[in-house]
């Protein structure tokens, strides 16, 4: 009988749950997560001795985020969990693990890529001023380090997490000087019928608002950016709401468009890519179980698309049990069935949400020439538009090879987005047709020794 060597990255809802079902039939899983604590981005653990407690921290979901850290502590005898390790590489079904300053390889039989996802930005004058921070950054800080990121916040973008994260920080404490949606009111109308299916989201998010607004938080909705005020720090925001412009003074900024799938690992796997529509993003070929297009390779939650912790929950268990058919375990087809189908279930809601808060379509093609979008090479979208304009580049890696956009520390994964938005724009084309930068290793930020070290016993051997 063949050895199965099951790893699981990330140990957020869809890892953890992963995990617990491929306990109970007796495997023991290697648990690999970047975090030092499971409990993934949503619902992420403070550090040992932090006196918060859960309920406030997570809201309403500080029942969910208990139940996950509880499955996790409970079957830490049976799993080999690893965390503060960052899986930057994978080659022949074997992962590259830095921990403590020291890379390791991982091998595996069966891959379950429970990645999670990361917030979608778009650049505008003055995004990179000291003291913009993305949602899903506002929100470490508020978790794990116990922080707000300003005295007087001004939260910005669209998508559910905008209203989550400004309500927590207003319950925590903190001064929230505005809270600006760049989508619609009546986007979120046109959205009801399809958000009726999920009263109970509908109910969090609506009490979300009404709290802010009877706090005395200004809601503003079809909002544009027009500049971050100051220089070593922000001083306010210049905004374009109804025609007129506004401005809110703050110390902070923290905004997102919504999340985007890390799919970095999925791609050096070699899983085929297809374009999501509705996420606005290439995430991974995978069917109905979370099988993906490589043998034994298998992704879940976020990473794959975005749908929310709960979906990642089931999306988990589901990889598992696929997993465990595919090693030719006995598996509850019943469970299965009834897994896939919350699952579809879930989705149209997501499409209900997205219609609720669109994607800006129009942002990129108001961004200014002198804007970076590029941080790690100082690329700007003018550099872009005459990549396009001076040698007829329509496609995302070739605009890399000709500006060097994607190359620098974050390999794409924060400029990607923002790069694929300026350039379908700039050449009349969608983000489906000019594709996606091929990914390269590491994925993220290592030290070069690492690196070189790895190569050189490769060499050796």
Request: proline share 6%.
């Amino acid at each position: 009988m063949s050895i199965v060597m099951p790893v699981i990255v990330g140990a957020g809802p869809a890892g953890v749950r992963a995990a617990q079902a491929l306990v109970a039939q007796g495997l023991r899983p290697v648990i690999l997560d970047e975090a030092p604590r499971a409990g993934g981005q949503i619902y992420r653990q403070p550090p040992p001795g932090f006196q918060r407690a859960k309920p406030a921290l997570y809201g309403f979901e500080h029942r969910k985020a208990d139940a996950v850290h509880r499955a996790m502590n409970d079957m830490l005898a049976q799993v080999d969990y690893r965390p503060g390790s960052l899986v930057w590489n994978v080659e022949g079904k074997t992962l590259d693990v830095l921990q403590d300053g020291v890379s390791t390889a991982v091998p595996y039989t069966h891959l379950i890529l429970a990645t999670g996802a990361t917030d979608r930005v778009l650049p505008f004058p003055g995004w990179l001023t000291p003291g913009v921070y993305t949602l899903g950054g506002s929100q470490v800080a508020l978790k794990f380090q116990g922080c707000a990121i300003g005295s007087r916040v001004v939260f910005m973008g669209t998508g559910p997490l905008l209203y989550l994260v400004a309500y927590q920080y207003a319950r925590a404490g903190a001064q929230v000087a505005a809270v600006l949606d760049t989508s619609r009111f009546t986007d979120r109308l046109a959205a009801l019928p399809g958000m009726l299916r999920a009263p109970g989201l509908l109910a969090k998010g609506l009490y979300y608002m009404a709290w802010l607004r009877a706090h005395g938080v200004p809601l503003r909705s079809g909002v544009r950016p027009i500049a971050v005020q100051g220089q070593a720090r922000v001083t306010g925001l210049t905004y374009c709401q109804g025609g007129r412009e506004h401005s809110v003074e703050c110390d902070a900024l923290a905004y997102g468009l919504a999340l985007r799938s890390e799919t970095q690992l999925a791609s050096l796997v070699g899983c085929e890519f297809e374009f999501n529509a509705r996420d606005r993003n290439w995430t991974p070929r995978r069917d109905t179980a979370g099988r993906g297009s490589v043998p034994s390779v298998y992704v879940a939650g976020d990473g794959a698309a975005i749908a929310g912790a709960d979906a990642a929950e089931l999306a988990g268990e589901r990889a598992a049990l696929a997993l465990l058919e595919d090693i030719g375990q006995p598996v509850d087809a019943r469970r299965a069935r009834e897994l896939e189908s919350h699952l579809a279930a879930n989705s149209r809601i997501r499409t209900a949400l997205e219609r609720a808060f669109p994607f800006p379509e129009d942002w990129a093609a108001s961004i200014a020439d002198d804007t970076v979008i590029c941080r790690c090479e100082e690329v700007t979208a003018g550099t872009v538009r005459r990549a396009v304009h001076d040698t007829a580049a329509q496609e995302m890696n070739r605009v890399k090879a000709l500006t060097r956009v994607g190359m620098g520390r974050c390999q794409g994964r924060m400029c990607g987005a923002a790069t694929a938005e300026v350039l379908a724009q700039a050449c009349g084309r969608t983000p489906a047709e000019v594709g996606r930068l091929r990914n390269q290793p590491p994925v993220k930020p290592v030290p070069v020794r690492v690196v070189c070290l790895e190569r050189q016993e490769k060499v050796s051997a």
